[in-house]
């Protein structure tokens, strides 16, 4: 396994949309295994492979569970509404106000090709918005209503 960079969002990886991942071979399991060392470093939730500088539909997040690994993702179903606090690994520092659902389920491959279901509310639900959105070419900074002050994240924390 081995770190890799993650881009800021001034690099132009993070605009453009990603291919889907055809191959299921080591190379994707070790973009999957050093996306995770890099997550686990970053003390991130969710990483996708744009971030790192690999356009492909790859994302991992961190449920606080297990990490998931989504390859070709697609959002099924979204339910409620949330607004609150966002922030990127690709923008050190900031944080946004964004609106999401409160619910998300998404549907993609594992490592192996297999399709399987993943669901999540709050949290984990704006995790599987914000990394697809990583996928379309789309950093929060382009949906959020606005950057939070200092004094408004203290706030969020409390």
């Known amino acids: 396994m081995g770190l890799r960079k993650i881009l800021t969002d001034k690099d132009p990886a ?5 291919k889907p991942v055809e191959k299921f071979d080591w190379k994707l399991r070790k973009l999957l295994d050093d996306m995770r060392e890099t997550l686990e470093k970053a003390n991130g939730v969710g990483l996708a492979a744009p971030q790192v500088g690999i356009l492909r539909r790859v994302v991992i997040v961190d449920t606080g569970e297990e990490i998931l690994e989504l390859v070709n993702p697609v959002m099924v179903a979204t339910d409620g509404e949330q607004t609150g606090a966002e922030g990127c690994l690709s923008v050190p520092g900031r944080y946004g106000l964004v609106k999401r ?14 399709w399987f279901e993943a669901e999540g509310e709050a949290l984990i639900a704006r995790c599987f918005c914000h990394e ?3 996928l379309e070419g789309i950093v929060y900074t382009q949906v959020m209503e606005r950057f939070l002050t ?3 994240l203290e706030a969020e924390e409390e």
């Open 150 to 152: 200092e004094e408004e």
């Open 101 to 114: 659902p409160n619910y998300a389920k998404v549907r993609a491959q594992d490592r192996e090709g297999n």
């Open 14 to 18: 993070l605009h453009k949309v990603c």
């Open 132 to 134: 697809l959105d990583h």
